[in-house]
């Protein structure tokens, strides 16, 4: 398996545009979920889903930002306007649900918003 | 509310001695708890975990010790090896939840 797959890994984008990140999970996994990686805060988690069903999204920061996740093998991450404080490494990571398992994690995406 | 805190935002270590690397919690509820190990421009990769019914678990160079009472855990690496520098987060969850709390992680330099 390839593992979990992001894209782009490099993003930059102006102030005002609206910015989506992309996310491919290990084939098999049934839970996703969506970090970034600020110096503050370390790894922080944004939200995340059990079989496509988002089950908590009380880390999203603002409206701003949204995800979705239409089917067990794609996930997105919305920002809309982005922001220059969003400037940040993303990360999805997945694992399988039912078991005390470790994450496994894409490469992330660098974010800049100039 | 920061749930999982590593302390420590750094430290170095001479190449064949012992890294200890520390993180605390705050949530009792938490009964599983992971260190992974990030290299600059690479996703977190996995490194050991520990059930809350156990106060040890060691593979190779790694054991994490936990200790229940003072909710707090580390991560021991002996002997420390240059390529092991990296940073090191702990990473805390309930049963049934599966929401991974992360710290926000420590740098380890292993000088050669």
């Known amino acids: 398996d390839a593992g979990v797959i992001q894209s782009p890994r490099h993003e930059v984008t102006e102030m005002g545009q609206e910015v989506t990140l992309r996310c491919k999970p290990i084939?098999?996994?049934?839970?996703l979920f969506w970090y970034r990686q600020t110096m503050m805060r370390g790894l922080e988690l944004l939200i995340y889903f059990n079989n496509n069903v988002p089950i908590d999204d009380s880390g999203m920061p603002e409206d701003r930002f949204s995800a979705k996740m239409p089917n067990a093998s794609f996930s997105t991450l919305k920002i809309q306007p982005s922001e220059p404080r969003d400037s940040a490494v993303y990360f999805c990571a997945s694992s399988l649900f039912g078991a005390n398992t470790e994450a496994f994690f894409g490469q992330g995406t660098r974010l800049t918003v100039v | 509310d920061q749930q999982v805190k590593q302390n420590s935002p750094s430290l170095s270590v001479q190449e064949g001695r012992i890294s200890i690397l520390n993180c605390d919690y705050t949530?009792?509820?938490?009964?599983?708890f992971l260190w992974y190990k990030k290299y600059p421009a690479e996703g977190p990769t996995f490194l050991i975990s520990?059930?809350?019914?156990?106060d040890k678990n060691e593979d190779g160079r790694f054991t994490v010790f936990l200790n229940k009472s003072a909710k707090h855990l580390s991560l021991h690496i002996v002997p420390s090896q240059p390529g092991d520098s990296a940073v090191y987060f702990c990473a805390a969850v309930k049963s049934g939840t599966y929401k991974y709390i992360f710290g926000t992680g420590t740098r380890l330099k292993v000088l050669a």
């Open positions: 520990i059930s809350s019914i156990k």
């Open positions: 949530n009792s509820m938490f009964d599983y």
């Open positions: 084939s098999g996994h049934n839970s």
